[in-house]
Every structure is written in structure tokens, then in C-alpha cells.
């Protein structure tokens, strides 16, 4: 338990379909972050939000769409996906946004 | 940009000791992490450094060389449970930013 929750852990959808992903942290962070893990590749940061405000948006597709309603909550929603993108999304927090990083277990996304 | 460079995989046998490199070319710096990551879960964080120099926590130490480029993770007396996947990762001068890279699976055998 790392205080950093993420629903679901599994998700299949088809490419039509709109989904979001949900993170939630309980460690007082005020830095939240989406990374994509596929197999074989590094661990690849998405977006950055600090005190709600999205910092670093790292040439990510319009499809994917995030959000931060307050400090303790970041959503990712989805819409159009492609099978490429089938991957696992691990979301990440932190306090301030240079110090150690605790992620959370992830949700296993398949596009159909 | 960064590029991270560490093996693939290794493999190593219970009690023995174990070095996993990790090599970064970067245009910026702000210091360099360690994760263990079990197959399934979340990566959890084993060290940071920003200085040049070893950095120990008890059966994992992490060494940093800024000149280099270079650090490495150094686990001693091997469990089995040690058996995961290590990520090196490189913080950018934005302070957001962590590049990982793709990690080093270590199998640990009896």
C-alpha cells in the first residue's frame, strides 16, 4: 500500500467506447502524474499536475484526456483508442515535483 | 532529451551479490532514482541520489557518478523475493519530470 489507489485495475474497451481512469492519493501530495507502461519500453510520463495545475503535457494524443478536480483526485479519460494503446497506466504522486515518486498498482487497459 | 541505458535482464543466486548498472546521457540533472517494481504492482522507490557517492540503506546501496553519467544499485545477500524488475529513472531540471528507463528484470535462483 503505497496510499496511491487507481480504479479499475482492469479495463477492456473497445475503440468507440469512452472510459476513465481514477487515481486517488491520501499522502497529502500537491504533484500528481500519469506515466504509460507498455512491454519493452521505459516507463512513459504523460502528464504533470501541480496544486491542480497541469505543468508538463508530453505531446500525448487528444484522446487521452486528463483531469484534476482538487489535489487528491486525477482522472484520465479516454475516448478513440487505438490497440496501441493497450498498455498499463500507472498514476504517481508526490510532494512538490522533484522529490520521490509513489505510484500506484495501475489499471491493465486492453483496446479491442 | 535523456537516454538511459541499463541490461536487460540478469540473473543471480540466492545470498550472492549483485551490481545493476544504469548509464544517462541528459541535457539536465536533477538527481537519480531507484525503483523496484514486482511483476503486477506499483514501482516502489529504493534510493535517490544527487551527490556523487554511495548512498546505503541497508542490503541496497546506490552509487551516483555525475561525470560519468553513471550509477549503479548494489544489492548484497539475496533473497528470493528480490526477484523484480529495477528501473533506473533521471529527474529534470522542470523538477517534473522522471525518465525512466526500461528496467532490469533480475531473476534470483535457489
Known amino acids: 500500500e503505497t496510499g496511491v489507489t487507481q480504479t479499475p485495475r482492469h479495463l477492456v474497451m473497445g475503440m468507440t467506447n469512452k472510459k476513465s481512469l481514477k487515481c486517488e492519493q491520501h499522502?497529502?501530495?500537491?504533484?500528481m502524474y500519469w506515466y504509460k507502461q507498455s512491454a519493452k519500453k521505459p516507463l512513459e510520463l504523460m502528464f504533470v499536475?501541480?496544486?491542480?495545475?497541469?505543468?508538463e503535457n508530453n505531446s500525448v494524443p487528444s484522446r487521452f484526456s486528463p483531469e484534476c478536480p482538487n489535489s487528491s483526485h486525477l482522472f484520465l479519460h479516454l475516448h478513440t483508442l487505438q490497440p496501441e494503446d493497450s498498455a498499463l497506466y500507472l498514476c504517481?504522486?508526490?510532494?512538490?515535483?522533484?522529490?520521490?515518486?509513489?505510484f500506484g498498482p495501475g489499471t491493465r487497459l486492453t483496446v479491442l | 532529451g535523456q537516454n538511459i541505458d541499463q541490461p536487460t535482464e540478469m540473473t543471480a543466486t540466492e545470498g550472492a551479490i549483485v551490481q545493476i548498472n544504469c548509464t544517462y546521457q541528459t541535457s539536465g540533472f536533477n538527481g537519480l532514482f531507484w525503483y523496484q517494481q514486482h511483476a503486477g504492482e506499483a514501482p516502489t522507490f529504493l534510493s535517490y541520489?544527487?551527490?556523487?557517492g554511495l548512498e546505503e540503506k541497508g542490503r541496497f546501496s546506490s552509487f551516483l557518478s555525475r561525470s560519468k553519467g553513471y550509477s549503479y544499485l548494489l544489492l548484497k545477500e539475496l533473497q528470493m523475493k528480490d526477484s523484480a524488475s529495477y528501473l533506473c529513472?533521471?529527474?529534470?531540471?522542470?523538477?517534473?519530470?522522471?525518465?525512466f528507463g526500461k528496467g532490469t528484470s533480475l531473476l534470483v535462483t535457489p
Open positions: 499522502l497529502g501530495h500537491n504533484a
Open positions: 541520489n544527487v551527490l556523487d
Open positions: 504517481a504522486s508526490s510532494q512538490y515535483t522533484s522529490n520521490e515518486q509513489f
Open positions: 529513472a533521471v529527474g529534470s531540471n522542470s523538477g517534473y519530470a522522471l525518465n
Open positions: 499536475y501541480s496544486l491542480e495545475e497541469r505543468v
